[in-house]
T-cell receptor, first 114, second 115 residues
Framework: AQSVSQHNHHVILSEAASLELGCNYSYGGTVNLFWYVQYPGQHLQLLLKYFSGDPLVKGIKGFEAEFIKSKFSFNLRKPSVQWSDTAEYFCAVNARDTGNQFYFGTGTSLTVIP | EPEVTQTPSHQVTQMGQEVILRCVPISNHLYFYWYRQILGQKVEFLVSFYNNEISEKSEIFDDQFSVERPDGSNFTLKIRSTKLEDSAMYFC?????????????FGDGTRLSIL
């Protein structure tokens, strides 16, 4: 079965610092990759997605992620975080040839200090 | 932007009782999902539903659980004889034509507390 690992459970940064959240998955086939964000008290929202093509994907709010197939990774980055980026971030994988379900990582809690 | 809506936002139920969680997916979406998130743990897939039948389900989705699309708009999750360990946040999601090639849109979730 597929699995998703997010190595950073809780990250604390000052405003304007750069962010990189790790995501690795285990599956040898073709995957769709997603990052979702969950702001306090709100639902999961899609930040960005990768299906095919350019492995560097740009999403909303200045986030981007890079798919490195050889490393089975899809790390999320932002050059300069803001206080409003404080949220829980989830990486998700969907294996294209095995079904529609998403496999989520355990999430990374990001706290940005003003 | 259209949203997935879930009701109620918080449900408190005595152990052993039945509970129904309701979801209204985005109107032109064809694929529907339920996930749950036990406090402090990852979001876990429960079931997917397409063309009026279950297309996939996880090991968690045993005989205690059932899903239904009773009309053209609602998608429900029923939990029979609830247990303490069913306490979790339950998320409904939907995706458009194309299934796995479309992102899933999530509702706000229903917090289920079993006493």
């Amino acid at each position: 079965a597929q699995s998703v690992s997010q190595h950073n459970h809780h990250v604390i940064l000052s405003e304007a610092a750069s962010l990189e959240l790790g995501c690795n998955y285990s599956y040898g086939g073709t995957v769709n990759l997603f990052w979702y964000v969950q702001y306090p008290g709100q639902h999961l929202q899609l930040l960005l997605k990768y299906f095919s093509g350019d492995p560097l994907v740009k999403g909303i709010k200045g986030f981007e992620a890079e798919f490195i197939k050889s490393k089975f990774s899809f790390n999320l980055r932002k050059p300069s975080v803001q206080w409003s980026d404080t949220a829980e971030y989830f990486c998700a994988v969907n294996a294209r040839d095995t079904g529609n379900q998403f496999y989520f990582g355990t999430g990374t809690s990001l706290t940005v200090i003003p | 932007e259209p949203e997935v809506t879930q009701t109620p936002s918080h449900q408190v139920t005595q152990m052993g009782q039945e509970v129904i969680l309701r979801c209204v997916p985005i109107s032109n979406h064809l694929y529907f999902y339920w996930y749950r998130q036990i406090l402090g743990q990852k979001v876990e897939f429960l079931v997917s539903f397409y063309n009026n039948e279950i297309s996939e389900k996880s090991e968690i989705f045993d005989d205690q659980f059932s899903v239904e699309r009773p009309d053209g708009s609602n998608f429900t999750l029923k939990i029979r004889s609830t247990k303490l360990e069913d306490s979790a946040m339950y998320f409904c999601a939907s995706s458009g034509p194309g299934g796995r090639d479309q992102p899933q849109h999530f509702g706000d979730g229903t917090r289920l507390s079993i006493l």
